[in-house]
């Protein structure tokens, strides 16, 4: 336990502002080049983990405990949000036949 | 500290072959690899009820289910829509701006350069539970009615419609 305790107070937290803005980008970036809706909405996951691990790095450094406990909060909403849409994708295949968000423009005109 | 930079590797690897890969079902598979360093990435921060969290509900449940629903549509390759390479090139540089944007902003913090843990025990279990039922005991009901209307919306959203089948 010391062990891991004297291992986070060697790394700035500065670094772990950039690494979780390296894995946001990567979760922008999947969102622009797939069609695949499956592949989109795991781009999604990876940007809410990647606030998740910030709010929980500014928690340790700051002693708040207030921060892990809104990262519970947000893991419970992921929880739901995950199955609502993969409901509706489910739903759209059904119609469909395909998970390319590109048919999806019945809403445009 | 070197196995921080060590996982942080393993991270950014993972989740940059869950947005390349061709196949659906290895960018799943991908994508528990990256939730799994984050979990050691909790256990590194001495967050050991999130690390618990989520190894269970991001890597048991919500893989889970992505692998269900994978499989129930028979996705593979030959099917999986692709953008043009202009798009993608587009996409990237977007990308690579923004996080040019984000880390050009940190440097200009300077407050941040802190590197102390004052209290090491706040993200032990019985720590977070006891704020979690003191200070954020409504939330945390609220939490419940949410998770109750998303099973109600998912399953009325999934069932197939009487009326066509007739």
């Given at each position: 336990m010391d062990n891991f305790v004297s291992t986070i107070q060697t790394v700035p937290l500065n670094h772990y502002l950039i690494l979780s803005s390296i894995i946001f980008t990567i979760g922008v970036i999947g969102v622009l080049i797939r069609r695949n809706a499956i592949i989109i909405f795991m781009s999604v996951e990876l940007m809410l983990n990647a606030v998740n691990l910030l709010l929980t790095a500014f928690s340790a450094y700051s002693g708040d405990a207030a921060g892990q406990v809104f990262v519970f909060f947000i893991m419970a909403l992921a929880a739901a949000e995950v199955a609502v849409g993969l409901a509706i994708i489910v739903m759209v295949y059904r119609n469909t036949s395909s998970v390319d968000i590109n048919i999806l423009n019945r809403l445009k005109w | 500290m070197i196995l921080f930079y060590l996982v942080s590797l393993l991270t950014i690897t993972f989740s940059l072959l869950v947005i390349f890969t061709k196949n659906p079902i290895y960018s799943v598979l991908y994508l528990i690899a990256t939730f799994f360093t984050f979990t050691i990435h909790y256990v590194l921060l001495n967050a050991q009820f999130l690390a618990v969290v989520n190894f269970i509900?991001?890597?048991?449940a919500i893989m889970v289910l992505f692998l269900f629903v994978l499989m129930l549509m028979n996705l593979n390759k030959e099917t999986e829509p692709m953008k043009s390479n202009l798009i993608k090139i587009i996409a990237v540089i977007a990308g690579g701006s923004l996080l040019v944007t984000l880390v050009g902003s940190f440097?200009?913090?300077?407050?941040?350069?802190i590197s102390t843990v004052?209290?090491?025990?706040?993200?032990l279990v019985e720590n977070l539970g006891k704020v979690l039922f003191s200070d954020f005991l409504l939330p945390f009901e609220v939490s419940s009615i949410l998770l109750l209307s998303a099973m109600v919306g998912a399953v009325l959203l999934a069932k197939k419609d009487k009326s066509e089948n007739g």
């Open positions: - | 509900v991001y890597m048991g440097k200009q913090l300077s407050t941040l350069g004052d209290k090491p025990e706040i993200g």
